[in-house]
Each structure stands twice: as structure tokens, then as C-alpha cells.
């Protein structure tokens, strides 16, 4: 039985109220709360995606802030003296050693570090899977293109967090990590000594570029993601969330629950299922044995070095670019084997940050859309997506050609060109298989739309004939497969000059590319006509 006094209560409530009060009338946090509390969101599975980035990056600072009490970022030189037999009485750095008391020594040290780096690998993909997501179903459109490059430059930053965080240790994996970037910058002309010079403060490996990596890591980069993030759901806030077609869903109207209390009891439920994930995945399968590679040193470089996976692409770029490439320009010599990934990974990054723009360009569409695409229904997006994917797919795959060719028992030179080949074919080949079958979908989508489904039953006509009966639609399905819209190419119009400028041409050239190949929905007047034919 309770011993609290009605007074008792009653006081503790007037206290909260006052002290609610109190704070409303100084910050009209009241009215911020109440406006985000009716804010609708649609429920969808694939709609987690970016929760799961938010709550992994929650998990990464918790973890972090726990191992910067240990972890020493200092290069200078000592003998650890710890538990791990293999590795006692080893010279390495201090940044090294430290890693290895918090891994051997700490309570609980080594699982925190484990649930560090998964965390880290989670917060990533599931940045680049929302991305896709989001992508496919033309969520990027007005009035979001901005929050798309948002986005776009927070998974730059994760994966920027992620390479400062994987070279801290000063391991070999690390080291030989750094020491490509030592290469790729002073493989370029003119600026490429003093940029090495400046980030490493000196020749490589520099005398304290732990010591700025973790400045990077805890302080700046941390920083920005926090920055990026608020900007994001800002924008979300603003714009109202997308949904997908369903009933009583429009372009003004948002079918969901409000986040209080709803979502946020769910949100809440759902940070600590993957908090939980994280911490089952950390206990139980073991991540960067730094043990086991022991302190840098370029000796020791094994076939089995293997970056991040997020940093992948960029190692199987400098892999697959060929050989042999320089030229002397101006008296410098221009490395074009590590100058040309540069430049091909910067393309690939400017148009997807900028793809939001160009198909608004092209497609001349100014409306907000805030219900999202089917991506048979975009059937030349949903196609470049593909072959985007399939490109990063190459480069990805070539961080790991000499594993590849080791595990398939063939030659390096075989898989380097295989790999070359997937590179430039292989968006290509996706591109037009991916169309193909968008189109096959749509053209299935509007014969059901018309005739209904299959039902497998075989009847036979008064005059003989055998014919199979199809099952009329519902109206919601039927508005389903026929609810997106048709765009047709631009048509290119003289100015008042009566002249037709080249940026028209090359925009009417693109147009029709992008449109050219479509199914057009069946009309209201053609589905009546199946209707009375049916019947």
C-alpha cells in the first residue's frame, strides 16, 4: 500500500506544472511540441530504413563516447605488456596498445568495441539502402530535392567517419588503408606532395596523424552527421512525409499515425530492438581482430588486406583502372592509374547528388508529389538505378579480385578483366534487362487492369468455344494499376525568334529517351468497355 499523501501528490503535480509553465513562457516549447505531436506518418516497413540509420548512429555515439575514456591517440612508440601472450612485449604505438587493453583488459571492453564497429557498418547501410529506397519511388521529387543531396552528403560523411574511425587502431589494416590515401594524394600534380604533406604533417606516416584522425572522428565529422541529420528531419517535418497509393491517400491528405503517442511509443520500441540486434550481433561474431594483424608495418602486406566494405568501391577502382598509365605534362608526371578513379568516382558522385534536378529537367514536371512511384511505373528511373547499382556493384567487387581469383582457383589477370568487363557492360546489360521487365510488368499490369485476374476455371460457350474466366478487380485494385501517370517526350517549340536553341535539342533528345519506351494506363473509357465486355 502506498504511504504518498494526496498533499504530496498534489504538490509534486503543481511543481511539474509550474516548472512546464515556467519554460513554455520562456521558450514556447509548447508550441513546437504540439505542432511536431499532430504531425501524420505513414506506416510502412520500408519507412524503418531510416530509422535504423538514426538509432544505429545513436548506438555509435553511446559506444564511442565510452571508448574515447580508454582509447589514447598518440603514435608514440612503446612495448605492450598485456594478457595476449602473442602479442606481449611487441613494440607498437601507444594508439595501438591502448586498442588492446580496451579489447584484453577493459570490462567489457572488447564487446562496447565490437558494438562500436557494427554499429558503424549498420549506420551505413542502411543510409545507402534508405537512399535506394527513396530513389526507386521517386520520393526525391519536388519539393524534396534538397533533402535528397541532404542525405546524399550525410552517407558521404558516415562513410568519412567510418575510414577515420577504422584507422585509428594503427594496425596494418589501417596503415595500409592510410597508405593509399598517401598515394592518391600525391598522385596529384602540382598540389599532391603539399596535401600529403599537410594531412599527415609530414612525410608518410606522419608523426601524429592518429592523433588528427581523432580529432576528426570524435569532434568534427560527428559534428556534421548531428548537423545533417537535424537538417534532414527538418525537411521531413516541413514537407510532410510520403506514402504509398492505398485508399483515402492524395497528394494533400497523409494516412498514418500522428507521432504522439503513437509512433513515438513504436520508435521508442523499435530503437531497442535494434540496440538489442546490435549488441547480439557484437557478442557474437568477432570484427577487426586487430590481434591478429599486429602494429603497421609495410612488410607484412597479405593478399587478404580488405578495406570497410563502404570503401570497397573506391580500392576496386584503383584495382581495375589498367596499368601503365602516365604521362609527362608541364614537367610532372600525370598518374592517370590513380587519377582516373578520382575523377570516374567523382562523376558517379555528382550525378547522383544532382539526379533529383536532372529529372526535373528532363521531364518538365514542376508539381509537388508527395505519393510515391511504383518503380515499374518509371521504368527508365527504376532502369538507371539499376545500372548505378550494378556499377558500384563492380567497383565494389574489385576491392576483392585477388580473394576472388584465390577462392575460384584462377588467375588475377582472368578476374581483373572479368571485373573490367561487369564495369563498363555490366550498367549496360542491366540497364535494358531492368527496362524490359518494367515494361513487361506495366503491359501485365494494364491487361489485368482491363480483363481481371486469372482464375484458372475453363468454361465452355454455347458455341463451343472454351475460354478461361477472369475475376473482376476491385475498384481500389484496379485504381492501383492504373493511378500513375503517363508523361510523354517534350516537344521541342521555336522561341520567339522562330529558332531552336541546342540546350532544347539535347533536353528534347534526353526527353525522349527517358519516355520514348512506356505503356500507356488504359483509360476510363477502355476499362468501361472491358467492363460491359466481361459482362
Partial sequence: MSNTTPELKAGSA?????????????????VAVREFGRKVFPDHWSFLLGEVALYSFVVVLLSGTFLTLFFQASMVETHWDGPFAPMKGVEMSAAMASTLDISFSIRGGLLVRQ?????????????????????FTGAFRKPRELNWV???????????????????????LSGNGLRIIDGIMKAIPVVGTWLSYLFFGGEFPGTDIVGRLYMLHIMVLPAMVILFIALHLTFVVIHKHTQYPGPGRTQENVVGFP?????????????????GVLVLIAATFSINPIWNYGPYDPSPVSAGTQPDWYIGFADGALRLVPPGLETEWFGYTWSWNMLLPLLVIGIFFVLVACYPFIEAWVTGDKREHHILDRPRNAPTRTAIGAAGVTFYAALWAGASSDLMATHFQSSLEFMIHMLQFSLVFGPIIAFVITKRICLALQKKDRSIALHGWESARIV???????????????????????????????IVRPDANGKISVGQKVRAAVSRFFFEDRIVPPTQTEIEQAKHDHH
Avoid: C
Avoid at 151 to 169: D, K, N, Q, R
Avoid at 260 to 270: D, I, M, Q, S, T
Avoid at 464 to 480: A, I, N, P, Y
Fill in 150 to 172: 541532404v542525405g546524399f552528403v550525410l552517407f558521404i560523411l558516415a562513410m568519412a567517419e567510418g575510414f577515420t574511425g577504422y584507422s585509428l587502431p594503427d594496425d596494418v
Fill in 460 to 490: 465452355r460457350l454455347p458455341g463451343g468455344k472454351f475460354t478461361e474466366v477472369h475475376e473482376e478487380l476491385s475498384e481500389h485494385e484496379r485504381w492501383q494499376l492504373v493511378s500513375y501517370h503517363d508523361y510523354a517526350p517534350l
Fill in 259 to 275: 507521432v504522439l503517442p503513437v509512433y513515438a511509443a513504436k520508435a521508442g520500441g523499435f530503437f531497442f530492438i535494434v540496440f
Fill in 14 to 30: 503543481s511543481f511539474t506544472a509550474k516548472a512546464a509553465n515556467y519554460l513554455d513562457e520562456r521558450t514556447k516549447i509548447g
Fill in 115 to 135: 558494438l562500436h564497429h557494427w554499429a558503424a557498418l549498420l549506420f551505413v547501410a542502411s543510409i545507402g539502402l534508405h537512399m535506394l529506397r527513396v530513389f
